[in-house]
T-cell receptor
């Protein structure tokens, strides 16, 4: 069984500040890890994915995440927050890439303070 | 089509009525998934179809929920005798090995 825990259901950062959204996973097999973003009244969009290649993964909109097996973490970061980053972010885990269901965390709502 | 299409985008129904939600996956994607997104609950897996294999129904919350996928393409999620707790956004996604998920925009179901 796989699971994901996202610490902090709500995170607020000032515009220009570092964004850090936390995700810890549990998996009995080597995981595939994902971050999705959901803007208001829209569907989910893939930000980035870890598929057992490089542990530091770069995604769209300046986001990146680092896979740390020893910490079972896959935290999402962005050096400088922009107002357009305000959205809900979901971490997800799977045992495959494109051929198995995703298990999602409960999400983190990111608010950007002007 | 260009993406995963879901219909209707919004559905208001009376308690006790049956509803059908439709999902058109991306052409050629062999896997199709249904998720439910309730306020503050994240995304809850419901059911997963992969090619001609028996679907993984492990996430369906009750026997009022069922889904089918005809011809390996279009899928319909049916909720019988709807209850207020069924109110949520129902998301469909499709995928192909090595290509990841593509989500639709969802159907917002409101049971009154």
């Amino acid at each position: 069984a796989q699971s994901v825990t996202q610490l902090g259901s709500h995170v607020s950062v000032s515009e220009g500040a570092l964004v850090l959204l936390r995700c810890n996973y549990s998996s009995s097999v080597p995981p595939y890890l994902f971050w999705y973003v959901q803007y208001p009244n829209q569907g989910l969009q893939l930000l980035l994915k870890y598929t057992s290649a490089a542990t530091l993964v770069k995604g769209i909109n300046g986001f990146e995440a680092e896979f740390k097996k020893s910490e079972t973490s896959f935290h999402l970061t962005k050096p400088s927050a922009h107002m357009s980053d305000a959205a809900e972010y979901f971490c997800a885990v799977s045992s495959n890439f494109g051929n198995e269901k995703l298990t999602f965390g409960t999400g983190t709502r990111l608010t950007i303070i002007p | 089509g260009a993406g995963v299409s879901q219909s209707p985008s919004n559905k208001v129904t009376e308690k006790g009525k049956d509803v059908e939600l439709r999902c058109d996956p991306i052409s050629g994607h062999t896997a199709l998934y249904w998720y439910r997104q309730s306020l503050g609950q994240g995304l809850e897996f419901l059911i997963y179809f992969q090619g001609n294999s028996a679907p993984d129904k492990s996430g369906l919350p009750s026997d009022r929920f069922s889904a089918e996928r005809t011809g390996g393409s279009v899928s319909t999620l049916t909720i019988q005798r709807t209850q207020q707790e069924d109110s949520a956004v129902y998301l469909c996604a499709s995928s192909q090995t090595g290509r990841g998920f593509q989500f639709g925009s969802g159907t917002r179901l409101t049971v009154v």
